[in-house]
């Protein structure tokens, strides 16, 4: 029992991993109508850290001017890097964007605690940009509007800043999971430790 159950995951494995890896990619579509805000999109790096921004480019009404709020996007398990998370969440960035968000989609590994290093890295990133004269961000975030989105391992490294952070006002986990082998010692990160 115990050998044919091990032989069928493995089985299922390769099935959600040839999925995945060998689907067609395509330009990720946006996930529903579009916004009123035509968008630009800036790839930077911050700290060996590719972090693709999505934000607002003129044709915003009043109601959707600078500043906006920003969200720090994480994706799902990525299996160790062969798709690319944050391409793959393209859409999603462009579709906030248009609907007046400055959206960060960085790529991200597959160890919860270092992914909510890493979006607390963002979330670091953007109050910086945004205040940096220099910056393509400069003055176009509102830092009272931090949120942090993700899906499923991105889900809940979503709940593990947000709650750990207390600049985050609002968080979207869809379908947080957590994969215990990417944990050190099988231990969930502490939901408290971020700063």
């Known amino acids: 029992m115990r050998r044919s159950a091990k032989v069928w995951g493995f089985f299922v494995s390769i099935a959600l991993f040839t999925t995945i890896v060998f689907q067609q990619r395509g330009q990720a579509e946006h996930p ?3 916004g009123p805000s035509q968008i630009a999109v800036e790839a ?3 700290d060996g850290m ?3 921004i999505y934000y607002p480019q003129g044709g915003c009404t009043t109601a ?3 500043p906006y709020p920003a969200i720090a996007y994480a994706h799902g398990f990525s299996f160790f890097g062969l ?3 944050a391409g793959d969440n393209s859409g999603n960035g462009a ?3 248009s609907w007046g968000y400055v959206v960060a ?3 991200l590994l597959d160890d919860a605690e270092a992914r909510i290093e890493k979006i607390v890295q963002v979330l670091d990133f953007l109050g910086a940009a945004n205040d940096e004269v220099s910056s393509f961000l400069y003055q176009q975030i509102d830092p009272e509007r931090f949120a942090v989105v993700g899906h499923s391992l991105g889900g809940s490294t979503a709940l593990a800043v947000g709650a750990g952070d207390s600049r985050v006002k609002a968080i979207v986990a869809l379908g947080p999971v957590y994969h215990a082998r990417t944990i050190a010692n099988g ?3 502490h939901l408290g430790s971020c700063s």
């Open 187 to 189: 231990e969930y990160p």
């Open 32 to 34: 529903g109508e579009e």
């Open 50 to 52: 590719a972090i693709d």
């Open 83 to 85: 798709p690319d998370g």
């Open 95 to 97: 579709h906030l964007a």
């Open 64 to 66: 959707l001017a600078a």
């Open 44 to 46: 930077v790096m911050q």
């Open 105 to 107: 989609v960085p790529t």
